[in-house]
């Protein structure tokens, strides 16, 4: 008998279902070579279709939050603007 072995949604469904926006988790497709999506093997692509395969991608969610926090931005103006009130 074939069986899936992964459990497997689709976008849609997985927007559904959390507090993830649905162009949220487009985006993270879309950028997953660049954001460590694609190394953690968490999306499945068959012919144009896209699923998510919740477990991996709860692996993955869980490593953003346990990296090094990214540094802060500063508001500072670039030093040098003449004509400008301080």
């Not at 497709?29 to 699923?51: E, K, M, Q, W």
Request: with cysteine; aromatic share 6%; net charge positive.
């Amino acid at each position: 008998m074939w069986m899936i072995k992964r459990h497997l949604e689709s976008v849609a469904a997985v927007a559904a279902n959390s507090p993830l926006s649905e162009g949220q988790l487009r985006w993270w497709i879309c950028t997953a070579t660049s954001n460590g999506l694609d190394a953690a093997d968490a999306v499945v692509r068959v012919g144009r279709r896209i699923y998510i395969d919740i477990d991996r991608f709860n692996d993955w969610i869980e490593q953003q939050n346990q990296g090094d926090p990214l540094p802060a931005r500063t508001l500072e103006r670039p030093a040098g603007r003449a004509g400008r009130a301080a």
